[in-house]
């Protein structure tokens, strides 16, 4: 995800200082990684050095300082074509996952110990978690007054949890043939 265009759409909504931005990225991304403020600001500060934002004044209201930062025309227009782009699918999608099977196999091969059944055990364990956040988050959407980005974010997740799954399942029922390939290697 794009920071640096997810804060410069949340400033679409008008001028904001940093610690209003960090919340609404909050409330519009839940599942997301957090943003630390040290990014929110960084990121603020590269927006202004590229013309993309500016700052809009400072105010204290009696505490520290605090900088407002709103987009400029140009960072609107940015904003515009970076929602129209495309986001080409992963060619190869490689994750931690994958590589426990891949590895499990190869440590077990060079054990000489039952390489079937040491990812068997990882890939169950795994699947075991995966099930348990599919239903925190299946629980998540249906709490009374939750918000809509917090029910986009919690069906995004459940997706690709549940083809991680699917993948598991997959990948245990061809184990066998995955540890001849590692003897055969």
């Given at each position: 995800?794009?920071?640096?265009?997810?804060?410069?759409g949340?400033?679409?909504?008008?001028?904001?200082?940093?610690y209003?931005?960090?919340?609404?990225y909050?409330?519009?991304?839940?599942?997301?990684?957090?943003?630390?403020?040290?990014?929110?600001?960084?990121?603020?500060?590269?927006?202004v050095?590229?013309?993309?934002?500016?700052?809009?004044?400072?105010?204290?209201?009696?505490?520290?300082?605090?900088?407002l930062?709103?987009?400029?025309?140009?960072?609107?227009?940015?904003?515009?074509?970076?929602?129209?782009?495309?986001?080409?699918?992963?060619?190869?999608?490689?994750?931690?996952?994958?590589?426990?099977?891949?590895?499990?196999?190869?440590?077990?091969?060079?054990?000489?110990?039952?390489?079937?059944?040491?990812?068997?055990?990882?890939?169950?364990?795994?699947?075991?978690?995966h099930?348990?956040?599919?239903?925190e988050?299946?629980?998540?959407?249906?709490?009374?007054?939750?918000?809509?980005?917090?029910?986009?974010?919690?069906d995004?997740?459940?997706?690709?949890l549940?083809?991680?799954?699917?993948?598991?399942?997959?990948?245990?029922?061809?184990?066998?043939?995955?540890?001849a390939?590692?003897?055969?290697?």
């Open positions: 995800m794009s920071t640096r265009h997810v804060l410069l949340l400033l679409v909504g008008g001028p904001s200082h940093g209003d931005l960090k919340r609404r909050d409330e519009r991304f839940p599942q997301a990684r957090p943003l630390a403020y040290g990014q929110v600001y960084m990121t603020l500060q590269r927006l050095r590229d013309g993309l934002a500016a700052i809009e004044g400072t105010d204290s209201d009696g505490g520290p300082e605090r900088t930062y709103r987009s400029t025309d140009e960072g609107s227009r940015e904003l515009v074509t970076w929602t129209a782009e495309i986001t080409p699918p992963a060619l190869f999608v490689t994750n931690e996952i994958f590589a426990k099977v891949v590895v499990s196999i190869l440590v077990a091969a060079a054990a000489d110990s039952d390489r079937t059944s040491d990812a068997a055990a990882y890939l169950q364990a795994q699947r075991t978690a099930m348990a956040r599919m239903r988050l299946t629980a998540l959407k249906t709490v009374p007054g939750t918000d809509l980005s917090t029910v986009l974010s919690a995004y997740a459940i997706a690709h549940d083809a991680d799954v699917r993948w598991m399942t997959t990948t245990a029922s061809r184990l066998t043939t995955l540890t390939e590692v003897d055969t290697a």
